[in-house]
């Protein structure tokens, strides 16, 4: 219930997330979230600092990238921000002078499960966030690629609507400063070939 209003009610969830870390009930109640305190981040990519920083500063801009939508779809994006690291804290290393947490975006899903098991009993809200948080990589990767219509397709089988994944990996891409945020080009140019496809917010027939 907690967690609902701060996400529902609060215009910068990350006070209230800072809070529950002072006062220790993160570490006690959501080791998710706890274990992203500390854990390393590529300066050159991340000047933010750790990974718990940059989710921070990610659901704020979730909270601004949501606001002209109603409570219940606004939730699952709000969600799959707030887990979209998950997987960093097993797969984060230290190799030549550089930090990289190949693979996290898999290795979040079970974490990702585990933690909204805790908080609520709506299945299909599960079953949104979790392939939002497997996928939040997927629009940059697609748009380097100049990915076929096909794989767009089947990026939006796998994650039901192309426009919350886009609000995702756009909090994402902007939850770094002082690293200037550049409007998330790759976000737009999947967004677009999604619209062509009419798959933007549905599955293909």
């Avoid at 299945?123 to 939040?136: A, F, K, N, Q, R």
Wanted: contains cysteine; proline residues 7%; hydrophobic residues 40%.
């Amino acid at each position: 219930g907690e967690m609902d209003k701060l996400l529902r009610l609060a215009r910068r969830p990350s006070i209230g997330l800072a809070w529950a870390d002072r006062l220790r009930i993160v570490e006690r109640l959501f080791p998710e979230l706890g274990a992203l305190i500390g854990c390393p981040q590529e300066p050159e990519w991340h000047p933010e600092g750790d990974v718990w920083v940059h989710t921070l500063m990610a659901i704020d801009r979730a909270r601004e990238e949501t606001a002209d939508l109603p409570w219940e779809k606004r939730l699952a994006v709000l969600l799959a921000v707030l887990c979209h690291d998950f997987g960093k804290p097993v797969t984060t290393k230290e190799e030549y002078g550089h930090v990289s947490s190949r693979g996290h975006e898999s290795e979040g899903t079970g974490p990702t499960q585990r933690f909204l098991e805790r908080l609520t009993n709506q299945h299909s809200l599960i079953d949104e966030v979790v392939p939002l948080v497997l996928c939040h990589l997927r629009p940059r990767a697609l748009h380097d690629a100049n990915a076929s219509d096909s794989a767009v397709r089947r990026l939006a089988r796998q994650v039901q609507r192309i426009d919350r994944l886009v609000r995702v990996a756009r909090a994402d891409h902007a939850g770094r400063p002082p690293k200037q945020f550049d409007g998330f080009p790759a976000g737009e140019w999947l967004l677009a070939r999604a619209r062509q496809l009419e798959v933007d917010r549905q599955t293909p027939s």
